[in-house]
């Protein structure tokens, strides 16, 4: 069955839409451009990765992530040796550095940064002499606090926490004391307060002395709640110190912060692609301890916006992708515009075209109205019979209108119908006037009465001056079949009379044709 217009129309707005959603999303055209940039290598790309000191996770990560880069044939990577967070953040709207690892938790303004991914978190660090008295976070109060170096991200994050405690005399906080056992010797820190992933060299190297340990800070959770980006952990037992002892057996309740890699708003996607690749390759994964690292926590966030070259290469894998829900909506949105429109425009046609068809069955209409009137004005057999011609041409006339398609069959039959009435009017009309100039009853007089005694019906007389020419052939009810009947008087001209009482009587039947 073949479709209607307006079925087609809407199958192809379908079709249309799908095909535009698979092959014309943005998104879908800079992944693969990205990647591709990626997977090909740009020799000429020269980036720089800032991290923080050379003995820190951050270097030793930056250093696996530009080896890596490196041997794809990506071009020549840099891995600067900084102070820190702050530092980091300086040299990348400075311009001096396209990728920087960060801490989480910071208060500074980062509107014009975009985040790469979320890496290992890192931990809160309090660490005091083994012989010390100090044993939880409150006890530091007018100690002198070490901090490591003013532009890093453990000072401002020791400032961020020092703010939740009502200190009456409030520890004094030291920058750049230098390395950790020599500043606790010479009495210049009572305490440090360091912030590094889970199993940091330095941390390593200092705790495996046994002459430090670790102070928790009970009041973890609610300072996770006073600062945003700050969260409540506790310490897997036995990771730190002699033979695997500190912290306890019930862990160390401390403080967590996230690590970030991160890069300027505009950086160039296929760096940022590639980047990405580095960062998640099982081997740079195993060599800087990230093999725990999951896309569905790197692209977690909490401060920054996901890069968009970063959204597209964690988005890759979706089953429907936010941008490709947008784009679906977008499309499915326009495909109902779209379809409403065909429909609107669609119904106009359809009423036009009836509107215009109309107009041309007007004609025809008005033309059966004329005959209907001139019927009824007739006054005698050879005018009935010429309207009854005319009407058959005109019913003719339509009909071919209607194969050329200038008609539709709606028309066609109410005009059938006008015809019908119309012609069988003039036929009964025609009719009666006949009988009439024969001097026999009209059609519309009673039938004759049978003969309650016989069921022979009775014989209609013929008057006088007439004689019969034909044999009855009545019913029971008394109709009369067929009557011929013959003038006796010698004309030159006869006329026959063939009279078929099966059409009803009255303007509904009644035919007489003429010999």
Avoid at 340 to 355: I, K, M, P, Q
Avoid at 460 to 466: H, L, M, N
């Amino acid at each position: 069955m073949a479709l209607r217009a307006g079925s087609v129309v809407l199958l192809l707005a379908i079709l249309l839409s799908g095909l535009l959603l698979l092959l014309a999303p943005r998104q879908a055209r800079r992944m693969t451009a990205t990647l591709g940039s990626g997977l090909r290598g740009d020799t000429d790309a020269t980036l720089t990765l800032a991290t923080a000191e050379r003995d820190g996770a951050y270097f030793a990560l930056g250093k696996c992530l530009a080896e890596h880069l490196e041997m794809q044939g990506y071009g020549e990577v840099s891995v600067l040796e900084t102070a820190g967070s702050l530092e980091n953040i300086g040299r990348l709207r400075a311009g001096t550095a396209d990728f920087a690892l960060i801490q989480g938790g910071l208060t500074e303004d980062l509107s014009d940064l975009a985040q790469v991914s979320r890496l290992n978190r890192q931990y809160v660090h309090v660490l005091v002499p083994a012989a010390s008295a100090i044993t939880e976070f409150r006890q530091l109060a007018g100690r002198r606090l070490g901090v490591g170096p003013e532009s890093g991200g453990s000072a401002a994050l020791a400032r961020q926490v020092l703010g939740f405690y009502d200190f009456d005399d409030p520890p004094t906080l030291v920058t750049n004391h230098g390395p950790l056992d020599a500043a606790f010797t010479d009495g210049t820190i009572d305490a440090a307060f360091l912030v590094y992933g889970l199993f940091a060299p330095a941390m390593e190297s200092v705790l495996e002395t046994g002459y430090y340990r670790l102070v928790p800070l009970p009041e973890a959770e609610a300072i996770a709640a006073f600062q945003p980006g700050v969260t409540r952990a506790v310490l897997p037992a036995h990771c730190y110190g002699p033979d695997r002892t500190l912290p306890g057996s019930a862990g160390l309740t401390t403080l967590a912060v996230d690590t970030l890699l991160v890069t300027r708003a505009d950086t160039p996607a296929r760096h940022v692609s590639a980047m990405l690749m580095a960062l998640y390759d099982v081997n740079v994964q195993w060599r800087a301890r990230l093999h725990r690292l999951t896309e569905a926590e790197g692209r977690i966030t909490r401060q920054l916006p996901l890069h968009p070259a970063a959204n597209a290469f964690f988005s890759r894998n979706d089953p429907v992708s936010s941008d490709r829900f947008e784009i679906a909506s977008f499309f499915l949105a326009g495909l109902v515009c779209v379809t409403s429109l065909v429909h609107y425009l669609l119904g106009r046609r359809r009423h036009r075209l009836a509107e215009k068809r109309r107009k041309v069955i007007t004609p025809f209409f008005e033309f059966m109205l004329d005959m209907g009137e001139a019927t009824e004005a007739a006054d005698n057999p050879e005018t009935l019979a010429r309207l009854v011609k005319d009407m058959m041409a005109e019913q003719r006339r339509a009909e071919r209108a209607w194969l050329a398609g200038a008609l539709d069959t709606e028309h066609m039959e109410n005009l059938y119908a006008i015809y019908n009435i119309r012609t069988r009017n003039a036929y009964s009309k025609m009719h009666n006037l006949q009988l009439q100039r024969l001097g026999l009853p009209r059609e519309n007089t009673a039938p004759p009465q049978p003969d309650p005694d016989s069921r022979t019906p009775s014989r209609q007389e013929v008057p006088p001056g007439w004689r019969e020419a034909g044999a009855w052939d009545g019913l029971d009810e008394g109709i009369v079949g067929e009557v011929r009947v013959r003038r006796k008087s010698a004309e030159p001209a006869e006329m026959d009379v063939a009279v078929d009482e099966d059409v009803p009587n009255g303007d509904d039947g009644g035919q007489m044709m003429l010999f």
